[in-house]
């Protein structure tokens, strides 16, 4: 209602002023709770606090904490009326005025010097009723040494003295103070307490608005009272006494169920021009992306509950909403919804450090869209493991197919039953002018055919065709009869330049050098022990052993197989330095050399 009124000025202008007759409240002052019962969701604190006024059992100090708009200090305006039993009829803000209420924040009077006034106040004895509350909002704003200076009031205050401190960060609290207090945490509101309470109020103020522009609000308000009172006055002043769901969605520029549902269509459908285009209407229409990434994450972990078969009252929405999560969570896995939830996550957190927010956003949808199935990925790991299967069915069938070199080891019974037969042979057989060879050279033979070792002349008994050797009836015996040993060291030093010269043909150049330089050992069986004196020579023979083997063996007729050891040299021969450490050599017996190289720095060009 407003007043029509017209003034003359001093110009003998006349003006024309609107006057409010009744200056408007806003409802989070209008609605803010006069007693215990009217503060929701804090039944804990409040049944506490009753039962000690009940039992004259009050502390000298409380503390409250809690995030935003949960009702902290509304609580500790509850507690100081009811104290002093003040009456209803005075407002609840209106309680500062009182003498016996005192409400101080701590944000802006934080210095000692408002800590001491503070204390000069805390000696005057209330004015009427027994005791004097002092409530300090924001405490963990106070300084150390604010909190410094009120710890010995608080510590022994007057009989008179209560203080209820209130805030949103306890562990900011000196543990000196929070020790000398009776701390009680609040909790955040449920969206269903929320929706109760926005329901009576809208009764009273006649307001109408569906259940979901409701739920939309309590949402929005994440666990506040105070923030979802806001909200309801703001989608009044857009939409009037009547609000629409897509009124307010519009009015608030939240996040909509249906632009979330859309999301999740282009995902099923793989519709990535849908999900494009939805990208593009959102930033038309000045949508936040990181407030769409929570809504996105909410709504994808709502997916994933709604495919478990118990808890589904977690998901908190109405109850179209709910239903429409059960018919679209049928098309997803559990497995598919965790990965994109992981993905949405992941987008959330670094999606505030980029340069392009929007297009990491279209890439995070077009990965979804993209994302392969659960169920397919595992068709397609069984297809291969059947492919597989099949793979090796055919090499078993084809191998004695002449399509390539077969590798064949007989079976280790075939091997024993063939040496027998040699060891017979051999007794039968007359006396032959070449000693025999020892047991310890046939054991080093037999080892190696039995562990699989690479052996030339018994792969070249052997050919490519049903897995059957060349030489006759006894292949087998073919295959032991070549793997003779060497009589001495003194062939293998024969033949040792022969052998040179084919790893200069058919090996690399460096191989060849630092085979120049070896010492021949000792010949043990058919092993060969070979020196280098340095551990890359070392591991180059160990890299080329088989190459080194077959050639060997072309060199000297006999398989060896060599075993490489390093042993440093204490002298090193000229001839065997590098042009480098010659000259550096150079230098040192001749000083004229030396100097020159000092003053001109002289190099070595070669």
Known sequence: MYLYQRVQNTENCTTEIYLMSNHYRALTRTYRPQTFDDVVSQEHVSSTLKNAINQNRLSHAYMFCGPRGVGKTTMARVLARAINQIDEAVDGEALSQTLNVVEIDAASNNKVEDVHHLREIVRVPPQSGKYKIFIIDEVHMLSKQAFNALLKTLEEPPAHAIFIFATTEPHKVLPTILSRVQRFDFKRISIDEIMNRLRVICEKEGIKIDEESLHTIARKADGALRDALGLMDQAVAFCGMDIKYEQLISALNVVGNDDLFEVT?????????????????????????????????????????????????????????????????????????????????????????????????????????????????????????????????????????????????????????????????????????????????????????????????????????????????????????????????????????????????????????????????????SELTISVNNMFASNLVEENKILLSSLLKEAVGIHIRLNCVVERQNSVSADSLSPYEQFRELQKKDPHLKTIVELFGAELEY
């Open 265 to 525: 269509k282009a995902v099923i459908e793989r519709n990535p021009k849908n999900g494009l285009l939805l990208i593009d209407r959102l930033m038309k229409d000045g949508t936040d992306i990181q407030e769409f990434l929570v809504s996105m994450t909410t709504h994808l972990r709502n997916l994933y509950v709604a495919k478990q078969e118990t808890g589904q009252h977690l998901i908190e929405a109405t109850e179209d909403t709910r239903q429409r999560y059960f018919e679209t969570a049928a098309a997803f896995s559990e497995e598919d919804l965790m990965r994109m939830l992981h993905l949405v996550s992941e987008a959330q957190i670094k999606i505030k450090e980029v340069q392009q927010p929007r297009v990491h956003f279209e890439i995070l949808i077009l990965k979804l869209i993209h994302l392969s199935r659960i169920k397919e990925l595992s068709e397609l790991v069984e297809g291969l493991n059947h492919l597989k299967k099949n793979s090796n069915i055919r090499q078993t069938e084809n191998l004695g197919d002449n399509s390539g070199p077969v590798t064949f080891t007989p079976p280790i019974t075939e091997l024993r039953s063939n040496v027998e037969k040699e060891q017979e042979i051999q007794a039968k057989a007359p006396e032959s002018s070449e000693p025999a060879q020892s047991d310890s050279d046939n054991d080093d033979d037999f080892d190696e055919l039995l562990t699989g070792k690479p052996s030339l002349g018994f792969a070249k008994g052997i050919s490519s065709k049903n897995g059957n050797h060349d030489s006759g009836e006894n292949n087998n015996l073919v295959v032991f009869r070549e793997m003779k040993t060497a009589k001495g060291l003194d062939e293998i030093e024969d033949g040792w330049p022969e052998f040179l010269e084919l790893i200069k043909e058919n090996g690399s150049k460096t191989l060849f050098h630092q085979l120049e330089n070896v010492k021949l050992k000792k010949l043990k069986g």
